[in-house]
């Protein structure tokens, strides 16, 4: 079970440049979701998608971009970087709640990024 | 809007006493409530969720979770801590109608021996 995956594990940017962080799930899961943690915070919702051809803002949407052309794929895009983009970022992907036996929300090992 | 708060954002507590982290949440609706554990350079890790029957939620790692209605409240607590607790926990909550989960500032847990 592969769960959540998330590429690459660390990057380093250049201030301006541009990057996609990938974000695949293998559960069929209609839920999909990017998060940011700054060093020593919570976690903040950029951008989810409750299923293919769907997303929506989070809290802190400004700067990313994010599609969903198929149901396992969900990557967010940094048009041009900038330090304040320096944080972990987290994908999720969840099924209905109050259905599942299980955890109800996976979390991917997170991407370290950079901005320099 | 949802909402979750942690109040303290850190517990010391001595090996082997009882230790609580403390959360309190607003939502609209029936909430659905979850607590994760976050390792130094890890992902989250799932504790234990509350979405409906008993208000007493048992975990892993021997952590439970109270869920109290009247007080919008949440509290993780475990009956004797080990060093091994010593780690970043983060409340989340979410509306049984919504779609987001909303997570609170995490509280820093140190457990000394």
């Known amino acids: 079970n592969a769960g959540v995956t998330q590429t690459p594990k660390f990057r380093i940017l250049k201030i301006g440049q541009s990057m996609t962080l990938q974000c695949a799930q293998d559960?069929?899961?209609?839920?999909m979701y990017w998060y940011r943690q700054d060093p020593g915070m919570g976690l903040k919702l950029i951008y989810y998608s409750v299923g293919a051809g769907i997303t929506d803002k989070g809290e802190v949407p400004n700067g990313y971009n994010v599609s969903r052309s198929t149901t396992e794929d969900f990557p967010l895009r940094l048009e041009l970087a900038a330090p304040s983009q320096t944080s972990v970022y987290f994908c999720?992907?969840?099924?209905?709640?109050?259905?599942?036996?299980?955890?109800?929300?996976?979390f991917g090992s997170g991407t370290r990024l950079t901005v320099v | 809007a949802q909402s979750v708060a942690q109040p303290e954002d850190q517990v010391n507590v001595a090996e082997g006493n009882p230790l609580t982290v403390k959360c309190t949440y607003s939502?609209?609706?029936?909430?659905?409530l979850f607590w994760y554990v976050q390792y130094p350079n890890r992902g989250l890790q799932f504790l234990l969720k509350y979405i409906t029957g008993d208000n007493l939620v048992k975990g892993s790692y021997g952590f439970e979770a109270e869920f109290n209605k009247s007080q919008t409240s949440f509290h993780l607590k475990k009956p004797s801590a080990l060093v091994s607790d010593s780690a970043l926990y983060f409340c989340a909550v979410i509306g049984a109608a919504g779609n987001k989960l909303t997570f609170g500032g995490g509280t820093r847990v140190l457990v000394k021996p």
């Open positions: 999720a992907s969840r099924t209905t709640i109050s259905g599942t036996g299980g955890e109800g929300y996976t």
């Open positions: 559960m069929n899961h209609n839920y």
């Open positions: 939502v609209s609706g029936n909430p659905y």
